[in-house]
């Protein structure tokens, strides 16, 4: 039988000098988190490891400098303005190599905070909408404290544990956080059309969450028998699913199963991926393992970036030395769609920032990471179009990124294109 403490144990149970996971996503543990900086005055050297998370984000304030740190494998929004590389830092790595990171102990965890369902008659809760990396955190960590919410559906896969792991639990009831589609641009519904025309009935998608990944899924509704192996989906996908569009039923592996390893999105995707069979979340190193992804035919991985060069080089995570997201699991999808049947990796971007600067760029800003490399990109879509770059030369792919450039960039890409390669 599960027996819960007050919050206030649960969280006097970690000692000063932790290295603290916490669960990510949606599935983020507020109000243990909450509890956690009330405690800040007794607690010293602390370091909180995770990917994005949702809600305040108190602990990152410089008031708590003291008492945490926080060494980011993705860099939320609620995190950004308070980077510093310091107290504040990132850690780069493939999101599919992360759980081997906690397994090899080359980044040492003491304990796990996680957010489940409550547990069912044989004493299993569920991680919900948030599996990922969570299952190796607990693995590897010496203390686990579960904030246990009636509102976090019971997911299909792996993300299952037993309550019998747990330290300490702590009843909580509250909503999950919600994302929301926003109003979408005519240039953004442009590379919608535009991606949609390179995917194929019958194709397996990887496609995330964010205005460009809900205008494909809105250019999609005239497709037939599309499947999902995704990173993670969110209300886009739920719609195609609800239409019709995706019946997973010529995917190789899971046939007729959408699977990822997080979600997050309204409350009607909450209640649609509660106890369904026909979803499953999976440990994010076999969701994003490019052996696995490239099995399924003709993989359509759609992903984004921050800006490109000429020659294909991807930045997703920064711009120039200040990082705002991650490495994630761009590399591995692009890579998984390359060796499938089929498949195709693209990356789709509008031409221009709201500011008015070319995303296409004859180099890279100082400081900015390659996320993809030149030789693993294949497709580059802007609202001007599609650029086919894969076995095509350096000058071949500068004309065709050019050719979907904003017009008013071109010239000055293509003076700073030659410019750049010219010859003595």
Request: hydrophobic share 40%; with cysteine.
């Amino acid at each position: 039988m599960l027996s819960y403490l007050n919050i206030k144990a649960a969280i006097e149970l970690i000692p000063s000098g932790s290295r603290i996971f916490v669960h990510g996503g949606a599935a983020t543990p507020n109000i243990l988190l909450k509890e956690l900086v009330q405690q800040s005055h007794r607690l010293q050297d602390c370091s909180l490891i995770h990917l994005h998370t949702e809600g305040p984000a108190f602990y990152a304030k410089a008031e708590y400098k003291d008492s945490f740190r926080v060494i980011n494998l993705f860099v939320g929004g609620n995190i950004r303005k308070n980077m510093d590389y310091n107290r504040i830092d990132y850690l780069p790595c493939f999101l599919s190599e992360i759980p081997e990171l906690f397994r090899s102990k080359k980044c040492l965890l003491d304990v796990a905070l996680i957010h489940v369902s409550p547990p069912d008659v044989q004493g299993y809760c569920s991680l919900g909408v948030s599996v990922d990396i969570v299952k190796s955190a607990i693995q590897n960590s010496k203390i686990i404290i579960a904030q246990i919410n009636p509102n976090m559906p019971r997911v299909h896969g792996d993300g299952f544990i037993h309550s019998s792991v747990f330290s300490a639990a702590v009843e909580v009831n509250e909503k999950l956080p919600q994302s929301h589609p926003i109003h979408l641009t005519s240039e953004e519904l442009l590379i919608g059309q535009h991606v949609a025309s390179l995917i194929e009935d019958r194709s397996t998608l990887q496609i995330g969450i964010g205005s460009i990944p809900n205008a494909v899924a809105q250019q999609l509704l005239d497709h037939k028998d599309l499947g999902v192996h995704s990173e993670m989906w969110s209300d886009g996908v739920l719609n195609l699913i609800e239409s019709g569009v995706i019946t997973n039923a010529y995917k190789k592996i899971h046939r007729g199963k959408s699977v990822s390893g997080f979600l997050i999105g309204s409350q009607k995707l909450y209640d649609f991926v509660h106890d369904n069979p026909s979803v499953l979340q999976f440990e994010i190193d076999y969701v994003n393992d490019p052996n696995i992804i490239c099995r399924n035919p003709r993989v359509a991985a759609v992903n984004s970036a921050v800006e490109i060069d000429l020659t294909g080089q991807v930045c997703a995570d920064s711009i120039g030395n200040r990082i705002i997201s991650g490495v994630g699991g761009q590399m591995d999808f692009m890579r998984g769609a390359a060796q499938s049947d089929g498949g195709k990796p693209i990356i789709a971007l509008q031409s221009r920032t709201k500011r008015g600067r070319s995303k296409i760029v004859s180099q890279l800003q100082p400081g900015a990471g390659v996320v993809t490399t030149r030789s693993h990109v294949h497709y580059v879509v802007t609202e001007y179009g599609i650029a086919q770059l894969h076995g095509k030369t350096l000058r071949d792919r500068a004309c065709a990124m050019i050719a979907i450039a904003h017009p008013e960039d071109r010239e000055t890409l293509e003076r700073e294109f030659a410019q750049k390669f010219k010859h003595d």
